[in-house]
């Protein structure tokens, strides 16, 4: 069994930041789960002290809180600076982009137009910078529903498909004349996406790592999918199952933003081990 690893995958530059920051911090708290990765944020609360706390009222006067990579709305990091809480900031510096825009285009007069999942943390936190005529759209079709006024402004998602905010954004043109588009997907999503469409394309079975709950690694397994049919995307090697790679010569791997080496490893070794056995 050939294995191998698509050209850019894993631990991107916020997570990196955002992982030696709660290092440094020990003995503190992060609000929100600091990465989608339960296994890392095990390894920080066993080697750092680093507990998660998912409760703003958990944290009190003198306290050290560490904000999540994703981000949180504006109004609970005022109140945590409110209540004289060290705030130790680890949001991702591609997060806190389109946090700035929102708030400086609606300022502007600008309606926001926020492609991506209303249910997710750093969407939530984004959305709150605005401070109304903020619309948050999953599908192109979803803006035929608003009533928008004459000056859009549109930012993504970090980890969205391009494809995807190209189509929001052409049907935003169709029907106003000023749209002012903001390409807040992170680099690193690019490069790991374009490699793992480049290598699903020749392996004939692969394995995307990461966090259940991870979007990133969502659209990667979404894409491996379209063009090797059997993909799987794992948390760690207990999700592996032998049965996957009968038959099969070539193992392509990938991992999300917010998934350690160590985790990649250990799988590495558990097919090498399930494919010689």
Known sequence: MKIEL????GFCFGVKRA????EENRNSATYGPLIHNA?????????????????LDSFKAGETAVIRTHGIPKQELGLLHERHVNVVDATCPYVTKPQQICEEMNAQGYDIVIFGDEAHPEIKGVKSYAEDHVYVVNAPEEIDALRLREKVATV?????????????IGKLM????????????????????????KLSKEADVMIVIG????SNTKQL????KEYCTDSYHIESQEDLHQE???????????????????????????????THS
Do not use: M
């Open 174 to 197: 169709e029907t106003h004349k000023e749209v002012r588009v903001f390409n807040t997907i992170c680099n690193a999503t690019f490069d790991n996406q374009d490699a793992v469409r």
């Open 19 to 22: 992982i030696k920051i709660a």
């Open 221 to 224: 397994h979404s894409i491996a």
């Open 211 to 214: 966090g259940k709950n991870s």
């Open 39 to 55: 296994n890392e944020i095990d390894r920080l609360k066993n080697d750092f002290n680093v507990a998660l706390s998912e409760n």
């Open 156 to 168: 993504a998602q970090t980890t969205r498909k391009i494809e995807e905010y190209q189509q929001i």
């Open 244 to 274: 996957w790679f009968s038959g099969k010569n070539f193992c392509g791997i990938s991992a999300g933003a917010s998934t350690p080496d160590w985790i990649i490893d250990d799988v590495i070794d558990k097919i090498k081990s399930l």
């Open 6 to 9: 698509a050209e850019s995958y």
